[in-house]
């Protein structure tokens, strides 16, 4: 194992490898901290050819490898599990974060993996341009971990998922050799769209190196609003009437329970909640290319029906960005408020009271009662669902019943013509849940296509499929 550490460590130089403990720790846990692994060795490639050459060699040496960005995954797929049986190394690409080419014409960019989100965003802003993909980690997500596990954010309602920003990908496979088709064309149709294979598979069929994405043109306005309701009912029927009014112009709109407001205002209580926490549910909407005086006569005519019982149009950047901290901000005051089992599952709209009517009353049978934090992207039936431990119990015992949570709260997803997973993806954590809930023959033909171009088992074992 030694021989094998130094001989990759030559390949990217020993400032950029870590292998000394105190230095790999926080490379070995998803980020709520739940899932834990081990490695002896983080390397960190400048360029596709270092990533080929690492590659080549571990497939030569039956050495185990995990592609890592960012390190926000919150299913376990970026962590790596070596152990004295098998030697398992990360490549983190955080090194490879160089902006190609932006074509202001062809409204596409091309960029490394290792690109943090919100640069590609601001490089977009920069050209008049718009890259839609957003969520509360894009500060430190990178693109590489958002194309691998088809990261989706507050934008799908208009824009779709990372997967349908994606117009081109480089890949290096599990051999070492290179699948190049960063063609940034929105019409190429030769064949297989094999790009397709590589996003949303979390990195078990190679190294996403580069992707070439597609931008949209910036909105003239952007018009943004938070309001309170009474009802999930009254929420899902504003969105219909705001679709209604506004069509395709409505590009976010999500949703926040008032247990996750009160858990902002307790353990973060330095971020303002601008309509405060009192209310049953509020929700952050944003429609684009319309002025205010529209939006404002749209939230009058539902203040007067009853339907919203308060709201706020955000008057500059400054408003806009405090609405959207309270949003992006309840994940962190979920870590802090203690053990939770979480849940990121997607549900037709119209089925989302009927889930948690029955859903809730089913976690306190199995668990006793606890707050629940609810919230996500209604606009696309995308729930964060999270029961917390009971005050009363300890937090081992809780954790004891995730399994028995779980299964009441996917069983019921799916039984409802929902999903157990949304946008975070498989990893380790969901593995079981994939074969259960699976086509028989959709889980037999990733395991073919898997055992296809990994037939060694190198690229991020024991996560997504087993083979």
Known sequence: MENHINN?????G??????RKEDIHPFLED????IKGSTPLILFPNSTNDVQRIVYYCHEN???????????SLCGANVP???????EIVINTSKMNTIIEVDQ?????????????????NTAEDHDLLFPLSLSAEGSCQIGGNVSTNAGGVNVLKYGMARDQVMGIEVVLPDGSLFSDLKSLRKNNTGYDLKQLFIGAEGTLGVITKVSLRLSSSPEREITSMVSVQKVDDAITLLKETKKRFGDNVTAFEFISQSCLVSINKFL?????????????QIIFEVINHDEDALLDFLEEHVNKGLITNGLIAKNEKERNDFWLVRHSISEAEKLSGRGVHHDISLPIKKIPEFLETTIPAMEKVAGKSTVYTFGHLGDGNLHFTKKQPEEMNGDDFMNFSKDINAVVYENAESLGGSFSAEHGIGSKLKDDLV??????????MKKIKKTLDPKNIMNPDKLIDT
Request: hydrophobic residues 35%.
């Open 8 to 12: 990759l460590k030559k390949i990217v």
């Open 14 to 19: 020993d400032s950029n490898a870590l292998h």
């Open 31 to 34: 980020w709520r901290g739940q």
């Open 62 to 72: 039956d050495i185990k490898i995990v592609s890592q960005g960012g390190n926000t």
């Open 81 to 87: 599990n070596s152990s004295d049986q098998k030697l």
């Open 105 to 121: 014409f062809n409204q596409s960019i091309i960029v490394e993996s290792g690109c943090i989100l919100q640069n590609i965003q």
């Open 269 to 281: 209580n330095h971020i303002k909640l601008p309509l405060g926490f009192e209310d049953s549910w």
């Open 436 to 445: 259960k809930f699976s086509d028989p023959i959709k889980v037999d033909l």
